[in-house]
């Protein structure tokens, strides 16, 4: 059936966004961080787009998001490792596993090894071994394709980022490993932190995780959703739940197939931005579940049926609804049909 709300999807922007990344990491090789459903855009499309347009190193978090992908024949790491009931599908070969603790090297060892990644913790203390273990020889053995580290603050400029550079740059040579990755999204725009391959992730849909990256990256997403009624509003009525808004003259208000279980979150509460034919249109009272009210006194054609599209601006929409790029990404619900050009 057709979907009452959608994405539209600029292919052409993704693609464009990896290739300036791409330059941005000089000599280093550019992937592209796909997990959680690529960002919310859907997985396998992206990554479809991104071989095409270049991109040879594509990262997931588990098992399930690598065997979405496993029809394509893409070269995949799965982050988060490989868990006992993981080695099945790990022993397919459609992924490479980066190991993340010693039970798991231990593991991979075990059933024979083979490619693997692994990640060192140089600070953040999420995931990964320790330069000590390394330093030990718990990764002998292993055949490594990528060393890697993850930087914990590389969306300000503080010190611990030129801390977890260095630690990590001093592991060269320690082990196996034919390359090595830190950068993300944030970190290409720091200098010297490329190594031999970085992994993008929020900047290629459109994210702008440092504001030196706002003039390179461009907008990928658009939420669109259909109006269900055109309504008037008289003075002194109120919208919504809990009444939040009040009328102060009549008012036009279209009601619109949006809320927040497609991700459209209740943040942007009386605070949103829709867009119609190039017109500001403000969403009025609270967003509930499935429905957002705006203000449509300025477009006196719209009407049921018609679409209208809502906070594109990632960066903005994250100040306004008070969620961070990421969760307005990832967030982005099943019911949006998704909609490439």
Known sequence: MPAPLRLRLDGDALVQNWRTLDRMSGTAACGAAVKANGYGLGAVEVARQLANG?????????????????????TVSVLHGVREEDMPAAAAGFARPVLNTATQVARWKAAGGGACDVMVD??????????????????????????????????????MNAVQRDRFAALAGTTTAKRMSLANSAGIALDGYAFDLTRPGLALYGGVPRADLNAAIRPVVTIEAQ????????????VGYNATWTAQADTAVAIVNLGYADGYFRGYSDRGTAWADGQRLGVIGRVSMDLVAVSVDAMPSLTEGDWIGFDTDLPQAAAVSGMSQYELLTALGGRFARHWR
């Open 227 to 238: 109006i269900l009624q055109r309504r008037r509003v008289e003075a002194g009525k109120t």
């Open 54 to 74: 270049g991109c040879r190193d594509f990262f997931v978090s588990n098992w399930q998001e690598a065997a979405e992908l496993a029809p394509l024949g893409l």
């Open 122 to 159: 140089t600070g953040m203390n999420r995931l990964g071994v320790s330069a000590d273990d390394i330093a030990e020889g718990l990764l002998d053995g292993l055949s490594i394709e990528t060393l890697m580290s993850h930087l914990a603050c590389a969306d300000e400029d503080v010190p």
